[in-house]
């Protein structure tokens, strides 16, 4: 594999990045009246204006021949195919054969998984049913009101997110919950809104090793098996969804009870299978269906559309060139959309865990930036916290601004000024204000002179800073699936060109080693381990503080 850097595009794009740095966005669009139509893609009901970036015609070119020396067909073609893609862990990487809606046999060592992906989604669907309808009952008899999932990571984040995202489709009898923190105070907080005799818990852990998880699910059932007085009702209550089924038995959760999937989904690419099972619970089997069919829609428009008409494609090329030719190496995620309020958390563990790497596929050093500091917030308050370093702050950080053109909510009013603002706001980015319009604009209020001179630096925008702007038509299960799956692939395109592993997250581990070590100590259950004097004294500090 021939190094990023080394590749002929990459030398061409360096030049075209020192020969475009004097131009601004306003001439760009002054200069083609068509910039906006043909800089925008719509797949299914997503709208993506990119028209709003420090690209021109020559930039696109060299990027899209950048993907294709880069091998980026070639990687989705393998993908798609069910290759072990995941090296490290000599793996598939195959959420896509989870949401693949056309059936067609997918392949993981010659052995075809739909027939175990369909018999899964079955198995799901007649338990959402049976919990839905009221016929899946507890220990005394009553159908479950509450949906405590017990999970951290990918096993927590995506069914977060979505519940959240989808909740005006959700079940009217049913609450959800989600405990992830291993800070007993999530757990507490949550089981004193809880009944236990209409709770469900999902134990929901890939690998069922997690001690987050363990910790709170052991904890969860204590308290269930304490205040419902027999240990045998905890079959009604406690299901469990993971790839380990001897751990999931070891812990006290009949398999009967488990929901399975494999180890060709990754955490953070998991929403889509049973970890899912809080979605279906909540939305239903049809809902779910339609989340699946979205996702599915982007991955044949990903497999399918030309490297530049492709939506994933283009949103990770320019990325990387802001990434790896501006020295932007964060981006943000700004939802305006409060149903939405926990996307940038999905987002920011979906690219920093996969991307989050410096070596190449074969260990060599990557030796560029790679994924970018994933933030955001709403964008409305956002706009009211930290869009000031956005607009006059030195650094670019490009920012996905994402809107919802239907008016879910319904009030009166409140729509137009929501959309207003995102409109704005990527104006303002693009366009800024010049010291010129500053200069009348102060001068038509008054001002001259000193007085005026001195106000003009801080009232100027430079603009020229980037942004995406995405538009659903609705917020529905559909549409978040296209959108859902829109990131997935424009992270795994990044991860392509960068020539890394995005499947892995190896950096997670020595954390969890050293936590170990140092749990025993706190506890006084392990032998001192050898820390530096800072570690040391903040031991001390922890175990002085229980003699107090
Ligand atoms: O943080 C590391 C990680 O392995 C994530 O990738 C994963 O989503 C999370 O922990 C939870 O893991 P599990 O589902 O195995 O409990």
């Not at 980026?72 to 949401?99: C, S, Y």
């Not at 709403?378 to 601004?401: V, Y």
């Amino acid at each position: 594999m021939t190094h990023l850097t080394k590749l002929p595009a990459w030398a061409a794009l360096w030049q075209l990045f020192d020969d475009s740095q004097h131009i601004h966005m306003r001439t760009l669009f002054a200069e083609d009246p068509a910039r906006a139509e043909r800089y925008a893609l719509n797949v299914g009901g997503l709208f993506l204006d990119y028209s709003k970036n420090r690209i021109n015609d020559p930039i696109l070119a060299a990027l899209l021949t950048l993907a294709q020396q880069a091998g980026v067909p070639q990687q989705i073609a393998a993908m798609f195919r069910g290759d072990k893609i995941n090296t490290t862990e000599q793996r598939a990487a195959l959420h896509v054969a989870l949401r693949n809606r056309s059936n067609c046999p997918v392949c993981v060592a010659g052995r075809d998984v739909m027939p175990d992906v369909n018999a899964v989604l079955s198995r799901m669907g007649r338990f959402c049913h049976a919990v839905r309808c009221g016929d899946w009952l507890g220990y005394t008899r009553q159908p479950i009101t509450d949906v405590v999932n017990i999970g951290i990571g990918g096993s927590d984040l995506g069914p977060l997110m979505v519940c959240s995202a989808l909740k005006p489709f959700g079940h009217p009898r049913l609450r959800m919950h989600f405990v992830s923190n291993v800070d007993g105070a999530q757990l507490k907080e949550t089981l004193r809104q809880v009944h236990v005799e209409t709770t469900l818990f999902v134990v929901a852990s890939k690998t069922f090793t997690t001690q987050e998880t363990l910790t709170n699910a052991l904890t969860a059932r204590e308290w269930f098996v304490a205040h419902a007085g027999d240990p045998a009702a905890v079959a009604q209550h406690f299901v469990a969804v993971s790839t380990n089924r001897q751990a999931v038995a070891e812990f006290g959760i009949d398999p009967a009870h488990m929901f399975e999937f494999w180890d060709w989904v990754g955490g953070r690419f998991s929403l889509w299978s049973a970890i899912g099972l809080p979605i279906m619970l909540y939305l239903g089997e049809e809902n779910f269906g339609e989340l699946l069919d979205g996702a599915h829609l982007m991955d044949e428009h990903f497999r399918h559309a030309p490297l530049n008409a492709n939506m994933p494609v283009l949103l990770a090329l320019i990325g990387i060139w802001y990434i790896n030719f501006y020295g932007g190496g964060s981006h943000v995620i700004a939802p305006y959309d409060q149903y939405l309020h926990r996307l940038p958390a999905f987002i920011q563990q979906l690219d920093m865990e996969s991307n989050g790497k410096q070596v190449c596929r074969d260990g060599s050093p990557v030796g560029v930036e790679t994924a970018p500091i994933i933030w955001g917030e709403t964008g409305i308050n956002g706009q009211h916290a930290f869009f000031q370093l956005l607009h006059q702050g030195t650094h670019i950080s490009p920012i996905d601004l994402i809107a919802t053109l239907e008016n879910r909510a319904g009030l009166p009013g409140h729509h137009e000024i929501l959309l207003a603002n995102v409109f704005a706001q990527a104006e303002a980015f693009m366009r800024g204000k010049t010291a010129d319009e500053v200069r009348a604009e102060l001068a038509s209020q008054g001002l001259s002179g000193d007085a005026l001179a001195r106000l003009l630096p801080h009232k100027v925008f430079a603009g020229n800073r980037p942004s995406n702007t995405l538009l659903l038509a609705q917020l529905n299960p559909r549409n978040l699936g296209t959108l859902v799956a829109l990131y997935e692939h424009k992270i795994f395109v990044q991860g392509t060109i960068w020539g890394i592993n995005s499947f892995d997250q190896w950096g997670v581990e020595l954390g969890k080693q050293l936590a170990r070590t140092i749990h025993g100590e706190l506890t006084g259950k392990g032998a001192a381990g050898v820390h530096d004097s800072s570690t040391e004294r903040l031991i001390r500090l922890y175990l002085q503080s229980r003699q107090l």
